[in-house]
């Protein structure tokens, strides 16, 4: 199975303040055929189910704001959220699915501070 | 918009079956790939499996052996059941649409609320 770590496992940040959170893989995601990383980003507001908010890797889902973001290719990503707004308050899973079984990273918790 | 909802009961005796369904609406449940995924209480989440094509499977090999999902194209539903329960099953039981392409992408875009299992001794 590819093992996703996700870091840190908790962060608190000023609203309007950048958020950023790191997701390992334990091999590449990197899809040889399009050149694409198979990587998605979701959140997971209280009592929610998970949303998905980014897939290969940067791409951003319809609906999801401007302020998110993904990068990173290989074993390496990252989500930014660029102004912390005050519904941001979630915890955010990474997810691979270059290989199955899919796998998702244990989850950070953003809090304001 | 599609929805999905989970049902089920929500207490299982340890060593029984879990068995759930999920109801699909707005859409046809004959097109996608269909998984269900659990998330242990304050736990992160782990992939169960999916069917498509109505009716192939491919399953997490951690759970393989007790894990069975079916679906029911007349009642636009598909199902879970898990066997030999015990205390570590205990958990939210989420199904979701399991978005599927030509480039191999497999991301969940939509989701069902959830619904608690508790497995009792």
């Known amino acids: 199975d590819i093992v996703m770590t996700q870091s840190p496992e908790s962060l608190a940040v000023s609203l309007g303040e950048r958020a950023t959170i790191n997701c390992k893989s334990s091999?590449?995601?990197?899809?040889?055929?399009?050149?694409?990383?198979?990587l998605a980003w979701y959140q997971q507001r209280p009592g929610q189910p998970p949303k998905l908010l980014i897939y290969?890797?940067?791409t951003r889902e319809s609906g999801v704001p401007d302020r998110f973001s993904g990068s990173g290719s290989g074993t390496d990503f990252t989500l930014t959220i660029s102004s912390l707004q005050a519904e941001d308050v979630a915890v955010y899973y990474c997810?691979?699915?270059?290989?199955?079984?899919?796998?998702f990273g244990q989850g950070t918790k953003v809090e304001i501070k | 918009q599609v929805q999905l909802q989970e049902s089920g009961p929500g207490l299982v005796k340890s060593s029984e079956t879990l068995s759930l369904t999920c109801s699909v609406s707005?859409?046809?449940?004959?097109?996608?790939?269909w998984s269900w995924i659990r998330q242990p209480p304050g736990k992160g989440l782990e992939w169960i499996g999916y069917?498509?094509?109505?009716?192939?499977?491919n399953y997490n090999p951690s759970l393989k052996t007790r894990v069975t999902i079916s679906v029911d194209t007349s009642k636009n539903q598909f199902s879970l059941q898990l066997t030999s329960v015990s205390a570590a099953d205990t958990a939210v039981y989420y199904c979701?649409?399991?978005?599927?392409?030509?480039?191999?992408?497999?991301?969940?875009?939509?989701w069902g609320q959830g619904t608690m299992a508790t497995v009792s001794s």
């Open positions: 069917i498509y094509n109505s009716g192939s499977t």
């Open positions: 997810q691979q699915y270059y290989s199955p079984p899919w796998t």
């Open positions: 707005g859409g046809s449940i004959s097109a996608y790939y």
């Open positions: 290969w890797a940067s």
């Open positions: 979701a649409r399991e978005f599927y392409d030509s480039d191999g992408i497999h991301v969940f875009d939509f």
């Open positions: 091999q590449s995601v990197l899809y040889s055929s399009n050149k694409k990383n198979k």
